[in-house]
């Protein structure tokens, strides 16, 4: 099941940078409704037949990430197994456009989700009425937003879901205090007044750029993939000691971010929440299930953690996935 690591740390069937010769992939952008420019990757199977419209699945990475991580991978997967399909920049990542870089506006991120919904249905061999989505960590909780007021994704399947309010307001387990959270806004407040006046923008949280005796598990985790050949990629123009950064002042948009509120109302809208029983992150995938109507699955990855389902090419469920979208976009 789990493969064993090599010498490097990085586990044997990592593969966040898989490409294939069964598909094509081409640049692409669009914009969104506010007229900032979405960047993404279009992939198409090699041998798609042309003349026919297809069913298309849109991709986005995970929280501070950009589309070269996890999000192509699924893209490309999801290609070979006869999809169009459409990897995304969120804005103010990536490629995409957004000043400042790094910021932090859910709104805007599940608004990516409609645009690309919109630039798929011009395509020709594209059915607009057989469009899904895949949200990554925390794009799953972006899409889940997104599919609330926009049904023209006819199904939703989302991959070690962060909810990032949750996750902003409480801390995992709800380990965070009412307190803790009003410093952290006093905090960013306080950089508000700094940055305005001439002073340089503060990053926070993200992945640590070293390693040391006393850091937590979950961040050695993060740090495999983020930190190191396994999954790094530094956007042009970007700081590799900032990326998976958000700017401090703009992070405490996400205590206002709520996207399971009203989940139920995306039926009849399927949803599949797919975790690892290993995740520190499966409490926002289980809260997730709990909250939404049928149709809805709730799938765990036996011996995966959060991460693993970003790159691990040999626990990431394909089948399940494939199957999930061929039944609901058939």
């Known amino acids: ?7 490097s740390g990085k586990p044997a069937d990592a593969d966040n940078f898989y490409q294939s010769d069964r598909v094509v992939r081409r640049k692409v952008s669009f914009r969104n409704q506010y007229r900032m420019v979405v960047a993404g990757n279009l992939y198409m199977p090699r041998n798609l037949d042309r003349s026919q419209k297809h069913a298309a699945i849109l991709v986005g990475h995970p929280m501070g990430a950009v589309k070269e991580q996890s999000a192509n991978l699924y893209a490309t997967r999801m290609a070979e197994q006869g999809f169009v399909t459409l990897s995304l920049d969120l804005p103010f990542w990536g490629e995409s456009e957004g000043q400042l870089r790094n910021a932090v506006a859910p709104d805007l991120y599940a608004e990516a989700f409609s645009a690309a919904v919109d630039f798929l249905g011009t395509q020709a061999v594209v059915d607009r009425e057989r469009i ?6 925390g794009s799953g909780s972006f899409v889940i937003s997104a599919a609330k007021i ?4 006819k199904a939703i399947a989302t991959v070690s879901m962060y909810d990032m309010g949750a996750a902003n307001r409480q801390a995992l387990n709800h380990s965070q205090t009412v307190e803790q959270r009003k410093q ?48 790094e990629f530094t956007p042009q123009g970007a700081s590799p000691r900032t990326t998976t950064q958000p700017t401090l002042t703009s992070n405490v948009k996400f205590m206002n971010f709520y996207p399971f509120n009203d989940i139920e109302t995306i039926s009849p809208c399927p949803l599949l929440f797919i975790t690892g029983d290993q995740a ?6 289980e809260d997730a299930f709990r909250r939404a109507a049928e149709p809805k699955e709730l799938h765990y990855v036996p011996g ?14 394909w089948d399940k996935l494939a199957s999930f979208f061929s039944r609901h976009l058939a």
Do not use: K, W
């Open 304 to 317: 995966a953690g959060h991460v693993d389902l970003y790159d691990r090419v040999n626990l990431i469920p």
């Open 184 to 231: 952290i806004i006093a905090t960013a407040a306080a950089q508000r007044h700094a940055e305005f006046t001439g002073a340089a923008t503060q990053y926070t949280g993200g992945t640590v750029l070293a390693l040391a005796v006393d850091t937590h598990p979950i961040q050695r985790e993060f740090f495999d993939f983020y930190r190191t050949p396994r999954g």
């Open 1 to 7: 099941m789990a493969a064993a690591p090599l010498p």
């Open 150 to 153: 926009d049904p023209r994704m």
């Open 280 to 285: 520190h992150s499966r409490e926002f995938s």
């Open 132 to 137: 899904g989505a895949i949200g990554v960590c």
